[in-house]
């Protein structure tokens, strides 16, 4: 039928302008279902609204975005979208400081989220299980009760990304997640993404470059709020133009 | 999952607070009706009515503080609630006069006749059966909040906005229950009651009763209230409090939490208005004055906003205060209110709960010192640190295991 069958994301057309400056322009990006897509680019290029638009955050001025190939992600709701499957990590992190970590990584599990749903739930031995092996995953199994607050700011990223996997959505959009994170932490990162993105979608903005070689995906620049170069790493960061703009700078 | 739920509700301390509100539930009356006048442990019966009437401040700073302290809604316009409770026992109070009035009109209150009503309007039919008046209590109230809170949840008021129009409500009830026309009694309001349920309410038993009911009705707040805060629901809220966007990204729906803890919070107000007016004898409109609504948030920030002991401590202690400067010093009430909030606010952020838990977990920590030099490991700090937390009362840290 048409180009956006098959994809779970794709953006066409897509332009939004704060007070006349165009923070996106035009901005066309496809992820496929269980593909990762890495987004390099400048500061201001538009790679956290671009997020926002998604997630619902933003309203589009114009455009078309698509999830799963059909739902029109404008007329939705941060909530609704949360609820389709889009998780999303926030460049600064953002977790419930006055919160223990169990907490956090429970109101994020992927449950019922209606008022009396919420009122009467009770921990089932799955859910248990299933937030404890989140923990391990993210290393933050021994700091189960301590309030998010005390946490890193690495562990905070880590958290947060837990708190992506609890959601268990389909799409998940992560911005600057090793923002903070020591090399070996980055590496680890680097690992659990590229394992998610074997069942889901994944759409990560990086400035690191050597994390995002080692995410081995698809890469896209972006640029001034539209795409100036799309590719492997290597072919990305060879062409000239994105070397004039973004990596010579 | 009731069962569930409730037995969450009934941590440690939430368990201490309800058994001690029944236990005086019990006691101040027997002290006032069973031992005589004169005698040692005798509690006259101004005094039961008094305290009565603390109780029922307590439970409205409560219902403010489930707003408030645990979802971040300042509301400024919680007498509005408590004070339309009031008005729907008061109508059920004067309808019990009867042909006793001054013109002795076996239907219309006095007021009414006075202002040459032919019949009962509407709204004042079926006020004189005492379930119908009690489900009002709960019901008027309860919708204002809900309709209020749907439309401003809805398109995201928040913060000071949120706070503006809160008052703004009270303040055009305020204006609007003052008419005579409203067919609320006008600036006199409701008064000169005289039976509740078919016994007097100056009997010394029925204002023994009405404490009873008053305590008992505070005890069922708090397990409500804690049922709530100590529910997965209760953990969004904070979350809501602490960061409203964020809690939409992870799917939950803001607006009907808000409009959750508003619409319950204004039922516990108007209950609390309701054992209110009969233990004071009268509601007239100076009861929806905005001011009434920022008292209580005054209350509860002294108390500790976000714990469940706080506002009914802050609720009481204040009103203690203001009963004493009343009597002796009236002019200067004002000025010390004041100023109580201002130190509160500069020096006691987490209110009396909060100095409390601060000098307690001092306290605790001087005597681990005392008998092991050895630093506190991190996973000891972690238990200081929240025994210091008050974020919320009874908060429970560790992860529930199925129940
Ligand atoms: N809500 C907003 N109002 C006004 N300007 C905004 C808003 N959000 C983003 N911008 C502007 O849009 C541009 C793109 O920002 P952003 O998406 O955060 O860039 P990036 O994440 O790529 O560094 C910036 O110039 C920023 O100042
Ligand atoms: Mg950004």
Redesign the pocket.
């Known amino acids: 039928m048409s180009a956006h069958t098959d994809t779970m994301l794709y953006l066409d057309g897509v332009s939004v302008a704060?007070?006349g400056?165009k923070?996106i322009n035009n901005l066309a990006i496809i992820v496929k279902p269980a593909e990762m897509l890495a987004i390099i680019?400048p500061?201001?290029?538009?790679?956290?609204?671009?997020m926002?638009i998604i997630t619902g955050k933003?309203r589009p001025d114009t455009g078309q975005v698509l999830f799963d190939g059909r739902t029109d992600l404008t007329r939705l709701d941060e909530a609704a979208i949360a609820n389709l499957g889009i998780g999303r990590k926030f460049?600064k992190p953002t977790v419930f400081e006055s919160q223990t970590v169990w907490d956090n990584l429970e109101m994020a599990l992927k449950k019922p989220r209606g008022i009396f749903s919420t009122l009467f739930y009770t921990a089932s031995d799955d859910d248990v299980a299933r937030i404890t092996e989140i923990l391990e995953t993210v290393r933050l199994i021994a700091r189960k009760d301590e309030l998010a607050a005390n946490l890193s700011h690495g562990q905070k990223q880590w958290l947060e990304i837990g708190m992506l996997l609890a959601q268990d959505p389909k799409l998940l959009l992560v911005d600057e997640p090793v923002a903070g994170m020591t090399d070996s932490e980055t590496e680890e990162t680097a690992k659990l993404l590229r394992e998610i993105s074997q069942t889901r979608s994944v759409v990560v903005?990086e400035h690191d470059m050597s994390f995002v070689r080692e995410l081995g995906s698809r890469v896209v620049c972006?640029a001034e709020?539209s795409v100036l170069a799309e590719g492997s790493l290597d072919q990305v960061s060879a062409n000239p133009v994105v070397i004039e703009r973004y990596l010579g700078r | 999952m009731l069962t569930q739920a409730l037995f969450r509700a009934l941590d440690k301390k939430a368990i201490w607070v309800i058994a001690i509100f029944l236990a005086v539930a019990v006691l101040v009356p027997m002290a006032n009706l069973l031992i005589p006048p004169g005698q040692y442990g005798h509690v006259p019966t101004y005094l039961v009515s008094l305290m009565g009437k603390y109780l029922a401040y307590a439970i409205l700073a409560l219902a403010l503080d489930l707003v408030w302290g645990y979802c971040g809604i300042l509301s400024l316009g919680h007498g509005a609630f408590f004070a339309l409770g009031g008005y729907a026992m008061g109508m059920y109070l004067m309808r019990q006069i009867g042909s006793r009035g001054v013109y002795g009109n076996p239907v219309l209150p006095d007021f009414m006749v006075f202002l040459n009503y032919s019949e009962l309007p509407w709204f004042w039919l079926g006020m004189d059966n005492f379930w119908f008046a009690m489900l009002m209590v709960v019901f008027v109230p309860g919708l204002l909040a809900f309709v209020f809170g749907f439309f401003a949840f809805r398109s995201r008021v928040t913060g000071v906005y949120l706070s503006i129009i809160t008052q703004a409500m009270t303040f055009a009830l305020l204006l609007a229950f003052f008419r005579n026309d409203m067919g609320f009694g006008g600036n006199n309001g409701l008064t000169d009651f005289k039976d509740i349920l078919g016994v007097s309410v100056q009997a010394q038993s029925t204002r023994a009763t009405l404490f009873a009911a008053t305590a008992i009705a505070l005890a069922l707040s708090v397990l409500v209230c804690s049922m709530i805060v100590n529910s997965k629901l209760g953990k969004v809220m904070i979350a809501v409090r602490d960061a409203e966007s964020r809690t939409r990204f992870l799917g939950y729906r803001v607006e009907y939490v808000k409009l959750f803890a508003f619409t319950v919070s204004a039922i516990m107000a108007g209950i609390a208005g309701a054992l209110y007016v009969p233990q004071v004898g009268i509601i007239n409109p100076s009861e929806f004055d905005p001011a009434n609504s920022i008292e209580v948030v005054i209350w509860t920030a002294v108390g500790g906003r976000g714990t469940l002991i706080g506002p009914i401590i802050g609720a009481i202690v204040v009103n203690l205060g203001k009963s004493w400067f009343t009597t002796t010093l009236p002019e200067l009430w004002l000025f010390a209110l004041g100023a109580l909030f201002v130190f509160t606010t500069l020096f006691l952020p987490k209110g009396i709960v909060g100095l409390w838990h601060q000098a307690w977990g001092r306290m605790r920590r001087k005597t681990e010192h005392a008998e092991r030099p050895a630093p506190p490991t991190p996973a000891q700090s972690a238990d200081i640190e929240r025994g210091e937390d008050p974020a919320s009362f009874g908060h429970e840290a560790q992860p529930k295991p199925a129940e």
């Open positions: 704060f007070d400056f923070a680019g500061n201001g290029a538009g790679k956290t609204t671009m926002d933003t460049q903005v972006l709020g």
